[in-house]
């Protein structure tokens, strides 16, 4: 035992050993959040995210006017007296035809997260269960699937969506339904190819021995295994699906008035610039812009921490 | 690859298809037909015009009627708001316009956003990299709805510099503001990819094979990684494609160039379902041939499909 310098420490961990004291293991989700907490700007992100957040529900208790009142006072002169202001309560000024961009500011940021969230929700479940019993599955009826998606993914979706809301009533609710008739099929795709990655591997055929039927493998056990593109991708979706409602929000076939969204007050700010009152396109842009940028690092930190290839 | 061609076709076609069939069905559901009055007119005279469009014919005889007439006489139907108009008449009015900056859009944000893809990778983890980075990820949060105003804001408004709307037989002054706008998510797409894509290849073994070769770093870079790189380049300029055409709207309803989209966007606006349909239907089209001509030239390009 000479050449042990420390024998204290090869006592203590003979007795690790002897105890079978292991060292603590990390599960990959473990791995991922310790790699994302590391990334500054995707945490940055969440952190103004989750303030904007924040705004949406507390700012309205703050509002001194609603989201539709008009200021008849100070309607006929925005440009001079509408602007931006703490002393009349209009915190972000006036609209162009007087009603209070704050609480509509609030109005269209909630309703364009609502939007990005549903449509990236929509995608999440139809395809990812889509996507995974097509390609766990197999065969023709995979065929006939995959296929059904290729031809879906060809229509120019936003043509559609903008006819849909012409012929129905133009509501978030027919809004929800046309988008989410379409941000599936990318997802459902991706799935796919990772289910069949997937399908060979031990752990299946041990739960397919073990007599347990299709679906529930599916569900059970290749669904978990996929997560991590998921949520990947599902972030990425949703800046996708806000853009998409302020689109056409802005072409103003979006929601109806007196609801309101970030693309609309785009639109309607993009429309007086020539009048000076230039804030009342500058606060929908930042709000839109800063959401929008958020959710591109906040995605591009998790595809860095879940996906091991890019490392 | 002919085989590959006609698998394509086959696709193709019922894409199509079904595109006219879902927007038709849509229309037939919309509330009111379209001579549906506030002041009703005599029954004889309304079934008189409806026999005239054919529209006392079943649906699917209409149907029917409507997709032949656009594969054979190139006829999308008429407009039942303006009866001097047809949707032949706003496609051969506008399409040019869209098509001329749409072209020069696409162009611009291909070779802009290669380049700068190019040089970012060749200059990788260099200062040069991290601003063109950095840009292009902002960028990319730049839709042309976002563009747009700003542009006129700064060069119109407060520079002076560029007419703010209007077409003027697509003189390069009209042309600069929607160019800008509808290329910069675009081209910042293209750029990121093109940068993940040529680090890829230029970590590859046979770029390795050419340095060791001794071959000077430009020919490496023209004659071995750019084709490669320009792979999924290709791929995404299908999808950039329908971004463009999607975005033309908001180009032709905010720049007032006189294109489609103002014609598209006001027959959404006051219900003029005919014009809607076909519209939608030539969007589609081009859509669905220029996904086709795309994953054609993929298939060309790349050597490991075969089919």
Redesign the interface.
């Given at each position: 035992m000479g050449m042990v310098k420390d024998p204290e420490r090869v006592e203590a961990i003979a007795d690790n050993i002897a105890d079978a004291r292991e060292v603590k293991g990390r599960s990959l989700w473990q791995d991922a959040m310790g790699r994302f907490v590391h990334n500054k700007a995707a945490v940055g992100s969440v952190i103004i995210l989750a303030g904007i957040l924040l705004f949406t529900i507390v700012g309205p208790y703050f509002a001194v006017w609603s989201n539709e009142e008009i200021d008849w006072a100070r309607m006929a002169n925005v440009a001079d007296v509408g602007q931006p202001s703490y002393e009349n309560g209009h915190f972000f000024g006036l609209d162009s035809i007087g009603r209070d961009l704050y609480s509509r500011t609030i109005q269209g940021t909630l309703t364009s997260l609502m939007v990005g969230v549903v449509g990236a929700s929509v995608a999440v479940v139809i395809g990812t269960l889509y996507g995974a019993i097509s390609g766990f599955v197999g065969g023709w009826i995979d065929n006939a699937m995959m296929r059904t998606v290729d031809i879906l993914i060809a229509i120019p979706y936003m043509f559609v969506i903008i006819l849909l809301m012409v012929i129905f009533e133009r509501s978030l609710i027919m809004l929800f339904v046309g988008i989410g008739l379409f941000s599936w099929l990318d997802m459902s795709r991706i799935v796919r190819g990772q289910t069949l990655a997937l399908k060979h591997k031990e752990f299946i055929e041990a739960a397919r021995a073990a007599g347990v039927g299709w679906f529930v493998i599916v569900v059970r056990h290749i669904m978990p295994n996929l997560m991590g593109v998921v949520v990947v991708y599902a972030t990425l979706l949703v800046p996708g699906m806000i853009m998409a409602e302020s689109f056409i929000s802005f072409l103003g076939l979006g929601v109806q008035e007196p609801n309101t969204s970030l693309g609309a007050l785009i639109s309607d700010g993009a429309g007086t610039i020539m009048y000076d009152q230039i804030w009342q396109l500058a606060i929908p842009l930042t709000f839109f812009l800063t959401i929008v940028i958020s959710l591109f690092f906040i995605g591009d930190g998790l595809r860095d921490a879940l996906d091991p290839k890019d490392r | 690859m002919l085989n590959y061609v006609i698998r394509r076709l086959l696709?193709?076609v019922?894409?199509l298809l079904?595109?006219i069939i879902?927007?038709f069905y849509?229309?037939q559901?919309?509330p009111g037909g379209p001579f549906t009055s506030e002041r009703p007119l005599p029954p004889q005279v309304l079934a008189n015009i409806e026999a005239k469009y054919g529209l006392d014919q079943p649906h699917y005889k209409q149907l029917y009627n409507y997709v032949v007439g656009i594969v054979t006489q190139f006829d999308f139907g008429p407009s039942y708001q303006y009866k001097d108009r047809s949707v032949n008449d706003i496609i051969s009015q506008g399409f040019p316009v869209t098509l001329t900056y749409g072209f020069i859009s696409f162009v611009v944000a291909t070779i802009v956003g290669v380049s700068l893809g190019v040089i970012a990778a060749i200059r990788h983890n260099t200062a040069l990299d991290y601003i063109a980075v950095g840009a292009t990820?902002?960028a990319?949060?730049?839709?042309n709805?976002?563009m747009?105003?700003?542009l006129?804001?700064v060069f119109t408004?407060k520079l002076g510099l560029l007419p703010g709307g209007g077409w003027n037989g697509g003189q390069w002054q009209y042309l600069i503001m929607p160019v800008i706008a509808l290329s910069t998510s675009f081209f910042a797409s293209v750029a990121r990819i093109t940068r993940s894509s040529m680090l890829e290849v230029l970590n590859s073994n046979f770029i390795r094979t050419a340095r060791a070769k001794g071959l000077p770093e430009t020919t490496i870079i023209w004659r071995h990684a750019l084709k490669p790189t320009l792979m999924p380049v290709v791929s995404y300029l299908g999808p950039a494609f329908?971004g463009m055409?999607?975005g033309s709207?908001?180009i032709d309803?905010?720049f007032s160039t006189g294109g489609i989209g103002r014609f598209y966007?006001n027959s959404?606006?006051n219900?003029d379902?005919a014009v809607?349909l076909g519209?939608?239907i030539l969007?589609?089209g081009l859509?669905?041939l220029f996904?086709l001509l795309t994953d054609l030239l993929y298939a060309w390009l790349d050597p490991k499909i075969r089919y």
């Open positions: - | 696709v193709a019922p894409t079904i595109l879902i927007c849509l229309m559901t919309a990820f902002s990319q949060a730049l839709p709805f976002v747009a105003p700003i006129i804001y408004l329908v055409i999607t709207v908001v309803i905010y966007v959404a606006l219900r379902y809607m519209l939608t969007y589609g859509t669905v996904n």
